[in-house]
């Protein structure tokens, strides 16, 4: 650590410049994001995709978010006007700071304060100010209380979350996103095989948070619903579904960093040595498996037959061979090269395979209005999420008094916190049903 | 460690100037039917503040709202404390439970009073 108040220009630069790149990169890989959800949208939901401009309709989202830059602002009374337009504005900057304490990898992370994990839940509750002032500027009565009624949805939400995360927390010991990670590299294992309750609830919490699967959008603004609303939306709108992607990304993030060993690979404390080299054995897996799929993808370039089914193949293949060889150089350059090259590699596939499971939910599951997520967020996973809490403390206590191992000891709150939730659920049904007896 | 939030401040400058600039960009570079928009959109908004008036949000809101200060004061609170739990032990473990089962305890008797019911 170094001294309190003295503050070196130099080695706030490179930090500085990692700032620039990720703030220049970030609409893009939203707009990706969104992309991508489409693309699975498509397979799971026979819904149509867009296939223009570029190769596969990639070049779109670069489009969109030109058109964002310069697309129309919308008029309102001159009065809240200034509020009216710095709300959403307002939602995407507290969801972009977010960012800056993203540990991709043990080099790339913008700064890594003692405190990251609170820092981020404090940015989503300032997003929420985003949505209580549109609501508060804008006109009508009943638009306002749909702004208000969704504030109230995604706090709830976020104390859920927050919850879950707890657990974590309580196990690594540290609120620094990079130490959270190096106290799964320490004890041997991601935190979601010892708190699945934990994650479990996260997963919820934040889903319901960001209006993905089950709550619906401020009714007010019927053109969010989607990224292709972009182009026909005037600004500011776009900026909540901007932020809406951001907040999926960040939230990818702390769940992979909490619970999924952040930029850590699989079975991190196997460290066996090539014979004779500095490489080990399970760095090659993922180089071996980025080169055969990009062989497999470049093998079914000549198979297909439509122009449209060749560059998408060629596409894939060529980002595998990229992914692949990058992976596979570092192995040789150095061990700090290798470790950021790698960690990045990991803490993105981490990432991508947590969005994958959120879309996966939105377009398998059924919706939920928000009366009912709130009804059983409130009755159910809140309480649930205070069990979880008291038996992984309890576990962890259990652990040091009697030298239990932790799996033991994690494994045994899991089942007491899952017979909670099971009780809790059929509490709320009985009472749900007396009620609906009593209406009758 | 104030050196360590530098960064962040110059992140959160640059983020922040991502959304003025579109803002900024659309007045100058956007189609100019602006005004038009505006003089119909002022005419739509005055409308509908003297036909609907401004509602009160529901109970739901104002109940959830409570709920959240104090539920999410306590989940704050928390967070320190799960950053000390393993060098306090079971003594810790004694402090959650006096801390989490004092509002939990309320918590229990609203649920049973079918106070929820308003949500």
């Given at each position: 650590?170094?001294?309190?108040?003295?503050?070196?220009?130099?080695?706030?630069?490179?930090?500085?410049?990692?700032?620039?790149?990720?703030?220049?990169?970030?609409?893009?890989?939203?707009?990706?994001?969104?992309?991508?959800?489409?693309?699975?949208?498509?397979?799971?939901?026979?819904?149509?995709?867009?296939?223009?401009?570029?190769?596969?309709?990639?070049?779109?989202?670069?489009?969109?978010?030109?058109?964002?830059?310069?697309?129309?602002?919308?008029?309102?009374?001159?009065?809240?006007?200034?509020?009216?337009?710095?709300?959403?504005?307002?939602?995407?900057?507290?969801?972009?700071?977010?960012?800056?304490?993203?540990?991709?990898?043990?080099?790339f992370q913008v700064a890594d304060p003692n405190v990251g994990l609170l820092f981020i839940l404090g940015l989503g509750a300032l997003g929420i100010y985003g949505v209580l002032l549109r609501g508060e500027a804008s006109a009508g009565g009943r638009i306002a209380m749909d702004f208000v009624n969704h504030a109230a949805q995604v706090v709830s939400c976020q104390a859920a979350a927050a919850l879950g995360l707890l657990s974590g927390v309580l196990l690594a010991g540290s609120l620094a996103m990079g130490q959270i990670v190096q106290a799964q590299l320490d004890q041997g294992q991601?935190?979601?095989?010892?708190?699945?309750?934990?994650?479990?609830?996260?997963?919820?919490?934040?889903?319901?948070?960001?209006?993905?699967?089950?709550?619906?959008?401020?009714?007010?603004?019927?053109?969010?619903?989607?990224?292709?609303?972009?182009?026909?939306?005037?600004?500011?709108?776009?900026?909540?579904?901007?932020?809406?992607?951001?907040?999926?990304?960040?939230?990818?993030?702390?769940?992979?960093?909490?619970?999924?060993?952040?930029?850590?690979?699989?079975?991190?404390?196997?460290?066996?040595?090539?014979?004779?080299?500095?490489?080990?054995?399970?760095?090659?897996?993922?180089?071996?498996?980025?080169?055969?799929?990009?062989?497999?993808?470049?093998?079914?370039?000549?198979?297909?037959?439509?122009?449209?089914?060749?560059?998408?193949?060629?596409?894939?293949?060529?980002?595998?061979?990229?992914?692949?060889?990058?992976?596979?150089?570092?192995?040789?350059?150095?061990?700090?090269?290798?470790?950021?090259?790698?960690?990045?590699?990991?803490?993105?596939?981490?990432?991508?395979?947590?969005?994958?499971?959120?879309?996966?939910?939105?377009?398998?599951?059924?919706?939920?209005?928000?009366?009912?997520?709130?009804?059983?967020?409130?009755?159910?996973?809140?309480?649930?999420?205070?069990?979880?809490?008291?038996?992984?403390?309890?576990?962890?206590?259990?652990?040091?008094?009697?030298?239990?191992?932790?799996?033991?000891?994690?494994?045994?709150?899991?089942?007491?916190?899952?017979?909670?939730?099971?009780?809790?659920?059929?509490?709320?049904?009985?009472?749900?049903?007396?009620?609906?007896?009593?209406?009758? | 460690?104030?050196?360590?939030?530098?960064?962040?401040?110059?992140?959160?400058?640059?983020?922040?100037?991502?959304?003025?600039?579109?803002?900024?960009?659309?007045?100058?570079?956007?189609?100019?039917?602006?005004?038009?928009?505006?003089?119909?959109?002022?005419?739509?908004?005055?409308?509908?503040?003297?036909?609907?008036?401004?509602?009160?949000?529901?109970?739901?809101?104002?109940?959830?709202?409570?709920?959240?200060?104090?539920?999410?004061?306590?989940?704050?609170?928390?967070?320190?404390?799960?950053?000390?739990?393993?060098e306090m032990g079971g003594y810790g473990l004694i402090l959650l439970l006096i801390f989490v089962g004092i509002p939990l305890a309320g918590y229990a008797w609203l649920y049973k009073k079918g106070v929820f019911d308003a949500i």
């Amino acid at each position: 650590m170094d001294s309190f108040g003295l503050i070196s220009l130099p080695a706030a630069v490179p930090s500085a410049l990692s700032a620039m790149g990720a703030v220049l990169a970030l609409p893009l890989l939203v707009a990706y994001t969104a992309f991508i959800e489409r693309r699975i949208a498509e397979a799971m939901d026979e819904r149509a995709r867009p296939v223009t401009p570029g190769a596969l309709g990639l070049l779109r989202y670069v489009a969109r978010i030109a058109r964002v830059g310069l697309g129309q602002d919308e008029g309102q009374a001159e009065l809240r006007r200034r509020i009216f337009a710095m709300a959403p504005a307002i939602a995407l900057v507290a969801a972009l700071i977010g960012y800056a304490v993203m540990p991709v990898g043990p080099a790339f992370q913008v700064a890594d304060p003692n405190v990251g994990l609170l820092f981020i839940l404090g940015l989503g509750a300032l997003g929420i100010y985003g949505v209580l002032l549109r609501g508060e500027a804008s006109a009508g009565g009943r638009i306002a209380m749909d702004f208000v009624n969704h504030a109230a949805q995604v706090v709830s939400c976020q104390a859920a979350a927050a919850l879950g995360l707890l657990s974590g927390v309580l196990l690594a010991g540290s609120l620094a996103m990079g130490q959270i990670v190096q106290a799964q590299l320490d004890q041997g294992q991601w935190f979601i095989f010892y708190v699945p309750a934990g994650f479990f609830i996260y997963f919820v919490g934040s889903m319901a948070a960001m209006n993905r699967a089950t709550a619906e959008l401020p009714a007010a603004d019927a053109d969010l619903f989607s990224v292709d609303a972009l182009a026909d939306a005037t600004l500011p709108a776009p900026f909540y579904v901007l932020a809406d992607y951001v907040s999926v990304i960040v939230v990818a993030g702390i769940a992979t960093t909490v619970f999924l060993g952040g930029w850590l690979r699989p079975m991190a404390s196997f460290r066996d040595r090539v014979p004779g080299t500095t490489i080990e054995i399970l760095d090659i897996v993922p180089v071996v498996a980025a080169l055969g799929l990009a062989l497999f993808w470049y093998r079914r370039v000549r198979s297909h037959r439509t122009e449209m089914q060749k560059k998408a193949a060629a596409t894939a293949s060529g980002i595998c061979a990229f992914v692949g060889l990058a992976l596979g150089i570092s192995l040789f350059v150095s061990a700090a090269v290798m470790a950021a090259v790698h960690g990045a590699f990991w803490f993105g596939l981490k990432v991508g395979g947590y969005i994958y499971c959120f879309v996966w939910v939105r377009f398998t599951l059924l919706q939920v209005e928000r009366e009912r997520l709130m009804r059983q967020l409130w009755r159910i996973v809140i309480p649930v999420g205070f069990v979880n809490l008291i038996t992984t403390a309890m576990a962890v206590v259990g652990t040091q008094d009697t030298g239990l191992p932790m799996r033991l000891t994690t494994i045994a709150a899991t089942v007491a916190t899952l017979g909670a939730g099971v009780w809790l659920a059929k509490y709320a049904g009985s009472e749900a049903e007396m009620q609906a007896a009593e209406g009758e | 460690m104030p050196h360590a939030y530098i960064p962040i401040l110059i992140f959160a400058l640059l983020a922040a100037a991502f959304p003025v600039f579109c803002l900024v960009g659309s007045r100058r570079f956007g189609p100019a039917t602006l005004e038009k928009i505006e003089a119909a959109e002022e005419a739509r908004v005055e409308d509908s503040t003297t036909e609907a008036g401004r509602e009160k949000p529901g109970t739901m809101a104002s109940f959830i709202a409570a709920l959240f200060v104090i539920l999410s004061v306590e989940v704050v609170f928390l967070f320190a404390w799960a950053v000390k739990f393993a060098e306090m032990g079971g003594y810790g473990l004694i402090l959650l439970l006096i801390f989490v089962g004092i509002p939990l305890a309320g918590y229990a008797w609203l649920y049973k009073k079918g106070v929820f019911d308003a949500i």
